[in-house]
């Protein structure tokens, strides 16, 4: 995508002549595409214009002489997080965007996919001098809950939330501090801890730092991280929900649709789980290190482990009017099981 403008040369509009001002050209080793364009009302020859889908990192450029040249804004610019912590782990991208006021040529912003950003220096740029950009927001406008963890002991919460990864929170009152890492996720899909040990946290999800792992624990009630050892065989994507029992001994890592495998060495080896169907949600008994309970809602069948999550024997789940499905035809996301996604076959 090319930014054009009008010469200032041309005369009446039929008659005018283009301009390629774009300030980096695309090409097809590195394709990207330009989503706005920024004009100083009180000084028109000065310009912004971002970039979207940068492969190297989004970039804004600015122009004080109409187009002709541009400099890149990011290159020497400050990011100042502190109102939003958590946004400094976070690339900027999605500059769909930006302004400049027009009461204040100094003052700009633009948005990102964690918030907005602004400065008020941003002539500073036409003085070969870095611009300051601070997030202007304290917490986050849209996002997903994909589980919630309250330890019996220590931090009162740990999210594990869609885009944002997740936090620690120690203070429910203000943002928290960052994500937490290592693996730094970008889904974070579950979180869970051990009830009688409740400095033991684990979660699961999608590892956007170059890591493989997709699994996070911590000892120490959420102040530091680690990755495992191994994996289990195909847990790669991140997805599906993992169980902790009451000692945090074990753990139970059910992918989306895969064979759940139970880990007692954290990480250091993992086995198959027998017993349980293809992608059984599990849940740890909160008092008894070596029971774990599942359920299969509309196979009307209870599976219970007495030995760590090894082995797990089915009975029948016997409720007074049946499993009730609710469904409504044609609805999204909905068939003749209840929910496609599973949520009702959570004890």
């Not at 730092?209 to 996070?216: E, R, T, V």
């Not at 530091?224 to 029992?245: C, H, K, N, Y």
């Not at 469904?327 to 068939?335: C, D, F, L, W, Y």
Request: hydrophobic content about 35%.
């Amino acid at each position: 995508m090319r930014t054009l403008t009008c010469s200032p040369r041309s005369g009446a509009p039929a008659t005018r002549t283009w301009a390629d001002i774009t300030p980096e050209r695309p090409s097809a080793a590195q394709p990207f595409g330009y989503a706005a364009v920024a004009v100083d009302p009180s000084q028109p020859r000065r310009l912004l214009a971002s970039t979207a889908g940068r492969a190297r990192g989004d970039e804004l450029f600015r122009s004080t002489d109409g187009g002709a040249t541009w400099a890149p804004l990011f290159t020497t610019a400050r990011f100042d997080a502190s109102a939003a912590p958590y946004v400094a782990d976070t690339h900027l991208h999605w500059l769909y965007d930006v302004k400049i006021n027009p009461a204040n040529p100094d003052h700009a912003l633009f948005t990102t996919g964690y918030g907005g950003w602004e400065t008020l220096d941003l002539t500073a740029a036409d003085r070969g001098q870095p611009t300051t950009w601070r997030v202007m927001a304290g917490g986050i406008e849209e996002t997903v809950a994909l589980a919630l963890h309250s330890p019996t002991k220590g931090v009162p919460l740990v999210t594990a939330i869609g885009d944002y990864s997740g936090f620690v929170h120690t203070d429910l009152d203000r943002p928290a501090a960052g994500n937490p890492k290592p693996p730094f996720f970008g889904n974070t899909h579950d979180v869970t801890g051990a009830a009688l040990a409740p400095e033991v946290i684990v979660r699961i999800g999608h590892a956007r730092d170059g890591g493989k792992k997709n699994l996070g624990y911590s000892l120490d009630g959420g102040a530091t991280w680690r990755e495992p050892t191994t994996v289990p065989p195909g847990q790669l994507p991140g997805d599906g929900f993992i169980a902790v029992s009451a000692d945090g001994r074990a753990w139970v890592w059910t992918p989306k649709g895969g064979t759940p495998h139970v880990t007692h060495d954290r990480g250091d080896t993992w086995q198959a789980v027998t017993g349980l169907p293809a992608g059984t949600r599990v849940i740890a008994d909160p008092v008894d290190p070596q029971r774990f309970h599942a359920m299969a809602l509309f196979d009307g069948q209870l599976f219970i482990s007495r030995d760590g999550g090894l082995r797990f024997t089915a009975e029948p789940l016997a409720l007074p009017d049946g499993p009730v499905r609710g469904v409504q035809a044609g609805s999204h996301n909905h068939s003749n099981r209840g929910d496609d996604r599973g949520g009702q076959d959570r004890l």
